[in-house]
């Protein structure tokens, strides 16, 4: 098999993948989403999916959840020298925060992502401690989308399943005589554990089409090679290599099929709405037109002619109105779900006040888990920079103290937010009521300006095949 193979869990998830991304940006009105009628020429079509405006209520749901993760700064506790590092984690002047922050925002949009911890391509001992530090020759983080990790394999050592190999397709800019113009292309990061030690090779497709290993190294601190690959995968509720389901997956959907059912709604409203007038009995001159409104007057002879407007009646339309109703409502639960433990919707306010919020809520899993997956990358990091990496701490907020709002409410709140009828306040202010807010947030205006930190800040460095 050639380096460009694909895991079969990989090639069956990519198109939910694809559908999030989607999504979330809104680019909806396609073929595959919203299907032509028939006949249907392709202006027709464009014309047909170009009323209607998509509601994004999957986008505005993961920017509110995003904000509740970070609504309370991460509890951190790290060595000097690691902090030092973390201020600029990814060699590209990204901070640990703002990596933590793409983290979730990957593991919300499509539910996995990966982080490698990586070298420098020179040797390090071939400076002096200074000149290292100044040239930034240290470990480094750099985070893959999860269409970017297209092939890996566990191995059983010592009675454990340990990760064996990890295929990353990378995207680069290779220049031409044309100094404004590159030639984008592929190539393929394999990490390897070859004969108990992590390798690290690179693979570039040759003009044959053939694949070449252009770069092979074996890893080390100080003379200590690696057992392991450096390499973190994120998931919603583990850190394993198996691939798990989109948290906003059943979200998107509906929030497509809202969209198909808008469309329908325009392109019946487009030909429906305005009355169209009829005249029968009148042959009229063949080049004659005739002409509406209150300073035009029709002339017909023929007793029997008969004039008018054709109106639509009928329950078609809104049947389409019900149905969108009913999405919506439907995506305002979905969204409040995330937040909330299923078993407790079903329960009285009252029970649900005794109980803690969040419990097994999706929320609260991909909370956990990337802080777990930060604070094992970070003892790669550690290891590779001779840093004591023993009880490091990294810890996203996982109390959402939501028990004092009925589901039934907090539906309503996210539904509001999905459509743009209701700000973010609602929630600040329901949150400040049920005493999530920090010290440090002391005013609305300190909270939107959280929410706008927790928007993706860390582009990957590597764009999807």
Not at 260 to 272: K, N, P, Y
Not at 371 to 390: H, P, R, T, W, Y
Request: hydrophobic letters at 40%.
């Amino acid at each position: 098999m050639a380096v460009n193979a694909k895991h079969p869990e990989y090639s069956k998830n990519l198109t939910k993948w694809q559908l999030m991304r989607d999504a979330l940006a809104g680019e909806v009105a396609k073929e595959k989403y919203v299907p032509k009628l028939s006949d249907q020429e392709a202006e027709e079509y464009s014309a047909y999916v170009g009323r209607a405006e998509f509601y994004n209520a999957t986008a505005r749901t993961q920017v509110a959840l995003t904000g509740l993760l970070f609504a309370k700064p991460p509890k951190v506790e790290l060595p000097e020298a690691l902090k030092t590092i973390g201020e600029n984690i990814s060699l590209d002047d990204d901070s640990l925060e703002a990596l933590a922050k793409n983290i979730a925002d990957e593991c919300l949009s499509v539910g996995r992502c990966g982080v490698l911890v990586d070298l420098p391509s020179v040797e390090k001992s071939d400076y002096s401690k200074l000149e290292a530090e100044r040239l930034n020759l240290r470990a480094y983080a750099t985070l893959y989308k999860a269409e970017n990790i297209i092939n890996w394999k566990t191995t059983k050592i010592n009675g454990s399943n340990v990760t064996s190999l990890v295929v990353l397709a990378e995207t680069y800019a290779e220049p031409t005589q044309d100094e404004f113009v590159d030639n984008i292309k592929t190539r393929y990061r394999v990490l390897d554990l070859h004969e108990g030690y992590y390798r690290q090779r690179v693979f570039s497709e040759t003009k044959a089409g053939n694949f070449e290993v252009v770069s092979e190294i074996y890893p080390s601190a100080n003379g200590q090679k690696l057992g392991y690959l450096p390499f973190t995968f994120f998931n919603v509720n583990d850190l394993k290599t198996a691939v798990e389901k989109p948290p906003l997956l059943d979200l998107a959907k509906i929030n497509i099929s809202h969209f198909r059912s808008e469309v329908d709604l325009e392109h019946g409203t487009h030909f429906t709405a305005l009355p169209t007038p009829y005249v029968t009995g009148y042959q009229g001159e063949s080049s004659e037109k005739l002409k509406i409104g209150s300073t035009a007057v029709w002339v017909i002879n023929d007793p029997s002619a008969k004039v008018g407007f054709l109106e639509f009646s009928g329950a078609g339309l809104s049947t389409l109105e019900n149905r969108i109703a009913v999405k919506e409502k439907r995506m305002s639960i979905l969204g409040a779900r995330l937040l909330l433990d299923e078993k407790k919707t079903a329960e009285a306010t009252e029970t649900l006040q005794m109980r803690k919020s969040g419990e097994n809520a999706v929320l609260t899993s991909v909370a956990s888990t990337i802080s777990e997956g930060i604070v094992s990358f970070l003892k790669d990091i550690a290891f590779f920079e001779n840093i004591a990496g023993e009880n490091l701490i990294y810890e996203i907020n996982t109390d959402y103290n939501l028990t004092m709002i009925e589901p039934q409410l907090l539906a309503q709140i996210i539904a509001g937010i999905q459509s743009g009828d209701i700000p973010n306040e609602v929630l600040y202010d329901a949150l400040l009521k049920g005493e999530l807010m920090p010290k440090t947030i002391q005013s609305y205006e300190d909270y939107q300006a959280k929410l706008e930190q927790a928007a993706p800040q860390v582009t990957p460095s590597d764009e999807a095949i």
